[in-house]
């Protein structure tokens, strides 16, 4: 039943938060092509080739700048499907703090 309400407020929450990052990075014309929110166990959100963005209902329990690091972590690879250098390179100019985020979204990750 937990789980179950963790989804309901994700489902409504994220949403609004993907708009918002959206809504900062429009000269970087990210298009992604859905937003799905499920139980990720090992993941906190992934970009599939077809541009969709999944994101783990388990962010719900985190502050927003961590759920905005990792959707915009996730938009990112729109245009950069991998972790090089140029991906990192658009990153840090859309996400300048981005490096000290990841390191304290670690100690959430199990």
Known sequence: MLYKGYKNEA???FP????KVLMENENQ???PTG??????KRRLGSCS??????????????????IEYVITHELCHLKHHNHGKQYYKLLSEVFPDY???????RKYIQ
Do not use: A, W
Request: aromatic share 4%; no cysteine.
């Open 16 to 19: 609004e938060v993907m708009n």
């Open 49 to 66: 080739n077809k541009g969709e963005i999944t994101l783990s209902t388990e962010l719900i329990k985190l502050p927003d700048r961590y």
């Open 11 to 13: 489902l409504k929450h």
């Open 99 to 105: 490096k000290q985020i990841r390191k304290e979204l």
């Open 29 to 31: 014309m990210f298009n």
């Open 35 to 40: 937003l799905i929110i499920r139980t990720m």
